[in-house]
């Protein structure tokens, strides 16, 4: 479960959310109409610009955001029971093997023959049950993920058009896309807030 971990962080770092075009040419106007005071313009002009340029820690995010949690612990226990049955299977199988092998010397020849066509029919049927539970898992993950995904990129594009934020970006140590943010750009409290609002509220309307 390793990738799946990692996964959001990796995925949230592709989150570019260009929001704010009809505000960015409004801004460009008001500058062109002002431009009188071109020191003072320059310095309300910069501090415009850095107002709409915020960024989200995919860190944070991937901890405190309860659908990723859920998604996280559901998949563990999908794969956990996958586990357990393959192990159970495979077992089994074992004990058939050892159990063959130690009548082998009073079987004759066609019974030897049709147990190992049957021993060896059952060792492709666990390979091809293994090779299922793999292909399955991975898509339940990709599954998960993308409605994690999309319920983070839905908000954050709503959040960022009803706040004017031209670009909402991600940053993570573990792979920082982003060499430098200031704190004071950072709007994971709120969105992490307001993302576990929405999800609890969900939560709520599917169990009723």
Not at 31 to 45: E, G, H, I, L, V
């Amino acid at each position: 479960m390793n990738r799946f971990l990692s996964n959001l962080s990796k995925i949230t770092l592709g989150i570019v959310i260009v929001a704010g075009a009809a505000s960015c040419g409004q801004n460009a106007s008001n500058t062109a109409s002002n431009k009188s005071d071109s020191t003072s313009n320059s310095n309300s002009s910069n501090t415009k610009t850095a107002d709409k340029i915020v960024y989200v820690n995919a860190d944070t995010l991937s901890a405190q955001y309860e659908f990723f949690k859920d998604a996280q612990a559901k998949l563990e226990g999908t794969a956990k029971k996958a586990q357990e049955n393959l192990q159970s299977k495979g077992q089994a199988f074992q004990r058939e093997l050892a159990e063959a092998e130690q009548k082998a010397a009073t079987m004759s020849a066609s019974e030897r023959q049709a147990t190992e066509e049957r021993l060896a029919r059952k060792q492709q049927e666990l390979a091809q049950l293994n090779q299922n539970a793999s292909a399955s898992l991975a898509q339940d993950e990709q599954n998960e993920m993308t409605s994690v995904y999309n319920s983070i990129t839905d908000y954050l594009t709503k959040h960022a058009q009803e706040k004017g934020y031209q670009y909402v970006l991600t940053y993570s140590k573990t792979n920082p896309a982003v060499i430098y943010a200031d704190a004071k750009l950072d709007i994971t409290k709120e969105v992490v807030e307001a993302l576990n609002k929405e999800y609890k509220a969900k939560k709520g309307t599917e169990k009723k």
